[in-house]
């Protein structure tokens, strides 16, 4: 599905269901980019009127997280057919449905709009799975990443697979709530001759751009809207190495090259 997306199009019953008036938001302060490397900067989708880096204008902002909003529930929508049919044909208790988006959105917050940076608004994906008997009405909040889906979906189905997969099978957190998630996740995006790489763990995200200097740090636990950088923070400095390490270990081996 390929929804949403710009352009933001959608019957008009579903933009009703999302009143642009009854929209709210938790507005960032002026100072947000302040401690954060200027090479982290980019502004997406000027063309369809989004707002510049670093303003805020919130009737365009409502107009925007509406239609976003209507291309979800329009997809959504979609998908229920797609599942309709599945129950009618008689196939809905043997089908597995790995339902993922290839990248977050952000819609305002740290002043951007679109994808291609490093927040948690931008690096988490939606990630939903049903397996028949296993999965009903359970939330998992370990960490995951893409990777991992095609060595889920061998284990469940059955088959041996490959040696080379990087992924790890998330068959135990399937089964099991409670059971952990990976120790860290692995994002990185590129714009244009630019990569910028990130390690979340459980309750930090790591971020580098271009180079080691360019770096942002966040206490996800005391600042979930990652609003401090705590990479120049001398109290952190150990634990700012360990994750440089870490991110250098996995940029080398992120990559099958032969």
């Not at 933009?15 to 709210?24: C, G, I, R, T």
């Not at 080379?164 to 590129?190: F, N």
Request: include cysteine; hydrophobic fraction near 40%.
């Amino acid at each position: 599905f390929h929804k949403p997306h710009i352009p933001f199009l959608a019957p008009e019953k579903y933009f009703a269901l999302y009143p642009k008036e009854s929209l709210n938001f938790e507005l960032d302060p002026a100072t947000d980019w302040d401690d954060i490397p200027a090479i982290a900067q980019t502004s997406q989708f000027a063309d369809y009127g989004f707002p510049p880096l670093g303003t805020d204008d919130l009737d365009r902002r409502r107009e925007l997280a509406q239609a976003y909003y209507a291309c979800i529930s329009f997809m959504d929508a979609q998908l229920g057919i797609v599942i309709d049919a599945l129950k009618t044909s008689g196939q809905w208790e043997n089908t597995l449905i790995v339902f993922i988006g290839d990248n977050g959105y952000h819609l305002g917050e740290h002043f951007m709009w679109g994808k291609v940076h490093l927040f948690e608004e931008s690096a988490k994906v939606p990630m939903l799975m049903r397996v028949p008997g296993m999965t009903k009405g359970t939330v998992q909040t370990g960490l995951v990443e893409l990777i991992d889906i095609f060595p889920t979906l061998t284990e469940l189905c059955d088959v041996p697979p490959p040696a080379h997969l990087q992924g790890r099978s998330i068959v135990p957190m399937l089964k099991d709530p409670s059971a952990p998630g990976k120790p860290w996740a692995y994002t990185v995006v590129k714009r244009k001759n630019l990569l910028g790489h990130a390690i979340r763990f459980e309750n930090y995200r790591y971020t580098e751009w271009g180079s080691p200097e360019q770096n942002e740090l966040y206490d996800l636990t005391n600042d979930p809207k990652e609003r401090t950088n705590l990479a120049q923070n001398p109290e952190k400095n150990k634990l700012l190495k360990q994750a440089q390490a870490l991110l250098t270990e996995v940029r080398a081996n992120a990559l099958i090259t032969k």
